[in-house]
């Protein structure tokens, strides 16, 4: 088994707190202590981790960015199986509030994308597993521990899955350019379901089809798109506001 690596402070630190079972052991730069350091080095302590002394340059190989002096190894991240769908489904509280990506192949896109989803609350994202990014130690990264507290499900067939959605009372919006509805015009409350499409091509047409509605955000300037991790919490956070969701905490 393959080993991946997760670093940076908030990352390495997210990871002890929801997934520890999942971390085989934790390099940390000599001569790195500081508040936030021993914080980690406590958690691990108290799940009886190893931590290993390292120098920056071993870091720099063990990591794929910027680790700022901690890289815990873990096992293989691994997203929800679809077989999981509708236990997930069955056990939401409330009104569903589903993420779907169409077409998201970038890793760091999809950290970015899990992220926010975490923060308005999204109870699950679902993507197609042709042409979609996997839950890799890069997307894992990016989503600064989101990956570990919402269920990401590569599913087999998305148009089926939809209409499954669908059959449970949840309503379908899509974004594409064309739309003469904006985000801000279309009722965005009760059981929903919102899909976005990768950056430039958008939504395939199948999925497109699937869609009860369809939505735009309006653009001002010269830029005909935005990045899909924007697009998504643009989007996501006006749902919000529409739903009058309680966010738990506003910090940045």
Not at 35 to 48: N, P, R, T, V, Y
Not at 170 to 179: K, L, Q, S
Request: aromatic content about 2%; overall charge negative.
């Amino acid at each position: 088994m393959k080993l991946e690596s997760v670093y940076g402070i908030h990352a390495v630190t997210t990871l002890l707190q929801r997934s520890p079972d999942q971390v085989v052991e934790i390099w940390v730069q000599k001569g790195r202590v500081d508040a936030k350091m021993q914080k980690i080095l406590d958690l691990a302590e108290a799940e009886g981790l190893s931590v290993m002394e390292a120098d920056k340059g071993l870091l720099n190989q063990k990591a794929e960015g910027n680790h700022q002096g901690i890289v815990a190894l873990r096992k293989p991240v691994q997203g929800k199986s679809e077989k999981h769908l509708p236990d997930i489904l069955d056990n939401i509280i409330g009104d569903p509030f589903v993420l779907i990506l169409d077409g998201v192949t970038d890793p760091h896109n999809l950290g970015a994308v899990l992220r926010t989803a975490d923060a308005a609350g999204v109870h699950l994202v679902i993507a197609p597993k042709d042409k979609s990014a996997p839950l890799t130690a890069v997307a894992a990264k990016v989503a600064c521990g989101a990956a570990e507290a919402v269920p990401y499900i590569q599913v087999t067939n998305l148009a089926r899955t939809m209409k499954d959605l669908q059959e449970r009372g949840i309503w379908i919006i899509g974004t594409a350019g064309e739309a003469t509805t904006t985000i801000y015009q279309q009722d965005c409350k009760g059981p929903l379901a919102l899909v976005m499409g990768a950056e430039g091509p958008g939504m395939r047409r199948l999925t497109r089809e699937h869609c009860d509605h369809l939505v735009n955000i309006p653009m001002a300037g010269e830029v005909s798109s935005l990045n899909v991790s924007v697009a998504t919490g643009v989007c996501l956070f006006e749902a919000v506001r529409q739903r009058g969701s309680a966010l738990g905490n506003t910090s940045g």
